[in-house]
């Protein structure tokens, strides 16, 4: 994301104090945290994670694969999220910090391999490095300096979360679930637990690595197309539904990174004071991220089919997983933009609901014409957005609206 900023000069519209971190006051607090190299190490289990979610909805298209799924998302980017702030506060700078980043990252890599079977047997491998997770967490927040009463607080939050994940390990069918069900309505408790303001939270870094992780999940479409493509020979319905699908992750990252929306969203949380920049940050980052990777993941799904039978009718489900992860992650999206007073949003709300009228495209007609009006349909969308909105992209980024 820095280097997109880079190359476009209206980045530098915004004040450097904007781009560092500040107190309510506004007062330069340091120079801008960005990125380290083993966070973005780090990013490559992840990547395997999103591989591994999608492989699984793809075997169990149905409301149950889909529910393990969702559940299974929702716990890991919890704690994967936790370390984002962990490194927001502790940049791994040191090497002590960076062994112990490393056995957090061999956990979640264990938590990875444990997801095609997690609801078969591997709960339990799945549920005890998810509590490792939790304790190289916890452990490393005690050691970065904030007061130590909150952090015990949500430290022992999550190891309520993780205890759950762990028995439900134990179980199969619908008791696990509802164990690792119950870890994910958790989340919604902890912040409150935590105390969310007595956390220091930089917003230039915070921005920057959730906009990677969301680079990182169009990164698992791409791979979609091309695990959907597998073996066959190379057709032109196969190198059309490829290209389009292509131009799909490209909407998508409109969606996200154009008109410069990541950094006017990292100018909106530097400006806030730190109690709403905790909130906004688990309200826009932690739950709306969540979705965009959810809809990412569906997307991802149904592209796999949709590659590996371009000319051919697909099923009711994989028509609706296409369709509706990406309807869903502009529905998101449009939250997300919201609550950075960034618009128009109608457009995309539009946009979503033609995405989800293709459906019956897929599934009477072929996934080669279902994908093309899905391009279609965001073309349109972002094209009347970019006519619209003409005279405000020239305007310097530091004057958009905050509130």
Not at 47 to 72: A, D, E, P, Y
Not at 201 to 211: P, Q, T
Not at 305 to 331: E, K, N, R, T, W
Request: hydrophobic content about 55%; charged content about 15%.
């Amino acid at each position: 994301m820095t280097a997109f900023r880079a190359l476009d000069p209206r980045a530098a519209a915004i004040p450097r104090t904007a781009r560092a971190a500040s107190d309510e006051s506004g007062e330069l607090a340091e120079p801008a945290l960005k990125a380290a190299p083993l966070e973005l190490f780090l990013d490559l289990v992840f990547v395997f994670t999103i591989t591994q979610l999608t492989g699984s909805l793809v075997h169990h298209l149905t409301f149950g694969g889909f529910t393990q799924v969702l559940v299974m998302l929702a716990v890991i980017w919890w704690m994967y999220d936790a370390f984002i702030w962990l490194t927001n506060a502790m940049p791994p700078s040191t090497h002590g910090r960076r062994g112990l980043l490393l056995l957090a990252m061999a956990a979640f890599l264990v938590i990875s391999l444990s997801i095609p079977h997690a609801f078969e047997g591997s709960g339990i491998a799945f549920g005890w490095a998810y509590l490792v997770v939790v304790a190289v967490h916890t452990g490393m927040f005690a050691a970065a300096g904030p007061a130590l009463a909150p952090v015990l607080r949500m430290g022992g939050s999550n190891l309520i979360g993780g205890a759950l994940v762990v028995t439900g390990g134990y179980f199969t069918g619908t008791v696990q679930l509802a164990c690792w069900g119950l870890a994910f309505a958790w989340q919604f408790v902890t912040p409150r637990l935590a105390g969310l303001p007595e956390f220091r939270l930089r917003a230039d870094h915070f921005v920057e690595r959730h906009g990677l992780i969301v680079i990182i999940a169009f990164g698992e479409s791409v791979i979609a197309i091309g695990v959907g493509a597998g073996t066959t020979d190379v057709s032109l319905p196969l190198v059309a539904v490829a290209l389009l699908s292509l131009s799909v992750c490209v909407g998508l990252w409109w969606a996200y990174f154009g008109h410069d929306d990541d950094v006017r969203a990292e100018h909106h949380m530097a400006a806030l004071p730190s109690d709403r920049r905790n909130e906004t940050a688990v309200t826009v980052y932690n739950l709306g991220h969540f979705g965009l990777l959810l809809g990412v993941l569906l997307f991802a799904a149904g592209v796999k089919s949709a590659v590996a039978h371009p000319g051919d009718p697909i099923s009711p489900p994989q028509a609706a997983a296409l369709a509706g992860g990406i309807a869903l992650y502009l529905v998101v999206n449009t939250g997300i933009r919201r609550a950075f007073a960034l618009g128009p949003n109608l457009p995309r709300l539009v946009g979503a609901l033609l995405v989800a009228a293709t459906v019956p495209l897929g599934t009477s007609t072929s996934a080669l014409d279902q994908v093309a009006v899905t391009v279609t349909v965001l073309a349109a969308t972002f094209g009347y957005e970019a006519r619209r909105d003409a005279p405000d992209r020239r305007r310097p980024v530091a004057d958009c609206p905050r509130d």
